[in-house]
T-cell receptor
Framework: EPEVTQTPSHQVTQMGQEVILRCVPI?????FYWYRQILGQKVEFLVS????????KSEIFDDQFSVERPDGSNFTLKIRSTKLEDSAMYFC??????????????FGPGTRLTVL | RKEVEQDPGPFNVPEGATVAFNCTYS??????FFWYRQDCRKEPKLLMS???SGNEDGRFTAQLNRASQYISLLIRDSKLSDSATYLC???????????FGTGTQLKVEL
């Protein structure tokens, strides 16, 4: 069964450092997403990406965040200067089609980011 | 008011019990509704979509009441493997952004 993969599974970084979280979405999907979940809290939407551009982003996704699809398979989330409050589990997701109510978003296993 | 509201639980039930979870959402323009399951420190996985007419998948039944902005999930004959956090999820607007509730924790015990 096709699946979304993410690397690394755990990233530890110092405050102020840049991090890049990597995802390989399901190969025939068209829409890509990043969500995050702070420990003990709900899953929160960050950004959606379609046709090589951001289609929607949340208030959390400020200028410190960026996304890129550098090639035909990878989808990355970059945090330019990490803060303590960026510590969370970051989930990548992908889905196939826009206009179907049954359009399931498949989530990757997540990258746990710890900012020290 | 929270966009998607759930009772956090935990619900501790014996194996074989029937358990029901409820969820309310604040945006009347919400279009699509889902229940996801999340195991501890794992990714959310779709359990089932929720349709206006109600739908069933084996031991799981989901109901939607648009007038009350209320969604429910019923689990019959609960198994130990049903222990997880159940996330009420709503899609609103033209995009694909999912809005999650905080989840309801279920613990099924022997």
């Amino acid at each position: 069964e096709p699946e979304v993969t993410q690397t690394p599974s755990h990233q530890v970084t110092q405050m102020g450092q840049e991090v890049i979280l990597r995802c390989v979405p399901i190969s025939n999907h068209l829409y890509f997403y990043w969500y995050r979940q702070i420990l003990g809290q709900k899953v929160e939407f960050l950004v959606s990406f379609y046709n090589n551009e951001i289609s929607e982003k949340s208030e959390i996704f400020d200028d410190q965040f960026s996304v890129e699809r550098p090639d035909g398979s990878n989808f990355t989330l970059k945090i330019r200067s990490t803060k303590l409050e960026d510590s969370a589990m970051y989930f990548c997701a992908s889905s196939g089609f826009r206009d179907r109510a049954e359009n399931e978003q498949f989530f990757g296993p997540g990258t746990r980011l710890t900012v020290l | 008011r929270k966009e998607v509201e759930q009772d956090p639980g935990p619900f501790n039930v014996p194996e074989g019990a029937t358990v029901a979870f409820n969820c309310t959402y604040s945006n009347s323009a919400s279009q699509s509704f889902f229940w996801y399951r999340q195991d501890c420190r794992k990714e959310p996985k779709l359990l089932m979509s929720v349709y206006s007419s109600g739908n069933e998948d084996g031991r799981f039944t989901a109901q939607l009441n648009r007038a009350s902005q209320y969604i429910s999930l019923l689990i019959r004959d609960s198994k130990l493997s049903d222990s997880a956090t159940y996330l009420c999820v709503v899609k609103t607007g033209g995009g694909n952004k999912l809005t999650f509730g905080t989840g309801t924790q279920l613990k099924v015990e022997l």
